[in-house]
């Protein structure tokens, strides 16, 4: 298992029309839901399955998150607690960062 842990080869996915990033794994679905202002990705809510907590899945979907803001010239503003504590330990992030 790489260090990603159980989501290792799967992709986070932009769902605008349900407003929410989506990343499927073996065993379950872990979501961010979010709104667009502009250019900006306003990100109001992350969850994770319960039984798949610590496996840094939560951080997978952050990163897919930034990542696909960064290639469409976007901007993520974090609202929710977890997408915020992701942002500040992930400085090379900050230039997506609204």
Do not use: K
């Not at 900006?40 to 952050?62: D, K």
């Not at 977890?82 to 997506?96: K, L, S, T």
Request: aromatic share 10%.
């Amino acid at each position: 298992m790489s260090q990603h842990g159980e989501a290792d080869r799967a992709e986070v996915v932009e769902r605008p029309e349900t407003g929410r990033f989506e990343l499927d794994f073996p065993g379950g679905q872990a979501f961010a839901v979010y709104r667009s202002e502009g250019d900006r990705i306003v990100v109001t809510h992350t969850e994770v399955p319960a039984a798949f907590n610590g496996r840094g899945i939560g951080s997978q979907l952050a990163e897919g998150i930034f990542r696909i803001a960064r290639a469409s010239g976007r901007r993520v503003v974090p609202r929710c607690s977890f997408v915020v504590a992701w942002a500040h330990r992930h400085p090379d992030y900050r230039d997506v960062l609204a």
